[in-house]
């Protein structure tokens, strides 16, 4: 085990934060990074690195790859931050990063983690097929205002609800089609500033997906899941889990749920678990989009994107300086 001289929060994107050419410049590194990825298309079975690095771009953002892809990234990224002195204080991850980060904290293998991302993007992916659903975004609704117009609409139109609550200004909302495009004129009137229809293959987060939950909950039964060895903010509460059953249990109902990312960066940013807030929170694997959300909301925390060689290289120096202020 590395000696690990830093401890930093840690958080993990989730669907969207893929693109092509995605940890290309990690396969070469040296070391556990480089190792992982060169071993990921043997333990998914099929090649996910030539789409990863190649694209095309439609092919890498279908659920069952773009997820599997975000987890390699990042798990490669905590593998060289390790070999680095640099290791989680806590842990969080928007939804498929909820993985992630249970990887970087010991509660899943790095194989197992890709392998149930895998599984969990496939089953996400044949719903979405069966049962045809849509996802919006909203901006400028409270997530309380967005789930009384959803309750409003789904009493006539079928199932819409409230599935993501980003940040305060933002929360996305997943149901049947229907019911999602009723909902956009009725959450303009209650006053949203946009409601922007996104590009996803099914209704995530929302009770259309109970069979896909279903059959990834028997999967999941056939993992070990072990006690994270730093806290880990669970999507469906947005409270600390320690133990490997309250965490099994999050996943479970994870694709049901919606995922309470606002409550939880509340917390980490508020010093949940160390009692002050922390000047570095780091968001680890591709993409800046959760930084993005934060950084105007938390002014005292430096968010810090960490997805690339140059940004991993420069990370040791940046958190000697600040220990050393």
Same mark, same amino acid.
């Given at each position: *085990?590395?000696?690990?001289?830093?401890?930093?929060?840690? $958080?993990?994107?989730?669907?969207?934060?893929?693109?092509?050419? *995605?940890?290309?410049?990690? *396969?070469?590194?040296?070391?556990?990074?480089?190792?992982?990825?060169?071993? %990921?298309?043997? $333990?998914?079975?099929?090649?996910?690195?030539?789409?990863?690095?190649?694209?095309?771009?439609?092919?890498?953002?279908?659920?069952? =790859?773009?997820?599997?892809? $975000?987890?390699? @990234?990042?798990?490669?990224?905590?593998?060289?931050?390790?070999?680095?002195?640099?290791?989680?204080?806590?842990?969080?991850? @928007?939804?498929?990063?909820?993985?992630?980060?249970?990887?970087?904290?010991? &509660?899943?293998?790095?194989?197992?983690?890709?392998?149930?991302?895998?599984?969990?993007?496939?089953?996400?992916?044949?719903?979405?097929?069966?049962?045809?659903?849509?996802?919006?975004? %909203? *901006?400028?609704?409270?997530?309380?205002?967005?789930?009384?117009?959803?309750?409003?609409?789904?009493?006539?139109?079928?199932?819409?609800?409230?599935?993501? @609550?980003?940040?305060?200004?933002?929360?996305?909302?997943?149901?049947?089609?229907?019911?999602?495009? &009723?909902?956009?004129?009725?959450?303009?009137?209650?006053?949203?500033?946009?409601?922007?229809?996104?590009?996803?293959?099914?209704?995530?987060?929302?009770?259309?997906?109970?069979?896909?939950?279903?059959?990834?909950?028997?999967?999941?039964?056939?993992?070990?899941?072990?006690?994270?060895?730093?806290?880990?903010?669970? =999507?469906?509460?947005?409270?600390? %889990?320690?133990?490997?059953?309250?965490?099994?249990?999050?996943?479970?109902?994870?694709?049901?749920?919606?995922?309470?990312? @606002?409550?939880?960066?509340?917390?980490?940013?508020?010093?949940?678990?160390?009692?002050?807030?922390?000047?570095?929170?780091?968001?680890?694997?591709?993409?800046?989009?959760?930084?993005?959300?934060?950084?105007?909301?938390?002014?005292?925390?430096?968010?810090?994107?960490?997805?690339?060689?140059?940004? $991993?290289?420069?990370?040791?120096?940046?958190?000697?300086?600040?220990?050393? =202020?």
């Amino acid at each position: *085990m590395q000696n690990i001289l830093h401890r930093v929060p840690m $958080i993990f994107p989730g669907q969207a934060s893929q693109s092509v050419g *995605m940890a290309r410049d990690l *396969m070469a590194l040296p070391g556990a990074a480089g190792e992982f990825l060169r071993s %990921v298309d043997g $333990i998914l079975g099929f090649d996910l690195t030539p789409i990863m690095f190649d694209g095309p771009i439609e092919t890498l953002t279908e659920t069952r =790859n773009a997820q599997p892809a $975000i987890l390699a @990234h990042s798990v490669a990224v905590v593998l060289a931050l390790r070999e680095r002195g640099i290791g989680p204080s806590l842990v969080a991850g @928007h939804s498929l990063g909820e993985y992630s980060a249970a990887a970087a904290a010991g &509660a899943l293998s790095c194989a197992d983690a890709l392998r149930a991302v895998r599984r969990r993007g496939e089953l996400m992916f044949a719903a979405g097929a069966e049962v045809p659903g849509a996802m919006a975004a %909203v *901006m400028g609704l409270s997530a309380d205002q967005v789930a009384a117009v959803c309750r409003e609409v789904s009493a006539i139109h079928g199932v819409v609800v409230l599935a993501n @609550h980003n940040s305060d200004v933002q929360v996305a909302i997943s149901g049947e089609v229907a019911a999602v495009a &009723a909902a956009g004129p009725a959450l303009t009137a209650a006053g949203a500033k946009r409601v922007i229809p996104l590009n996803v293959s099914g209704a995530f987060h929302s009770p259309l997906l109970e069979g896909a939950a279903t059959a990834f909950r028997a999967f999941l039964a056939t993992l070990p899941i072990h006690d994270p060895d730093v806290p880990l903010v669970a =999507n469906v509460t947005a409270a600390a %889990v320690t133990t490997a059953a309250a965490l099994g249990d999050g996943f479970g109902r994870q694709l049901t749920s919606p995922v309470r990312w @606002h409550e939880t960066m509340e917390g980490i940013a508020a010093g949940l678990g160390a009692g002050a807030p922390p000047p570095f929170i780091l968001e680890v694997g591709p993409g800046k989009v959760l930084t993005g959300l934060a950084r105007r909301a938390y002014p005292g925390t430096q968010f810090v994107p960490v997805g690339t060689v140059e940004e $991993i290289e420069a990370l040791p120096a940046l958190l000697a300086d600040r220990a050393g =202020n």
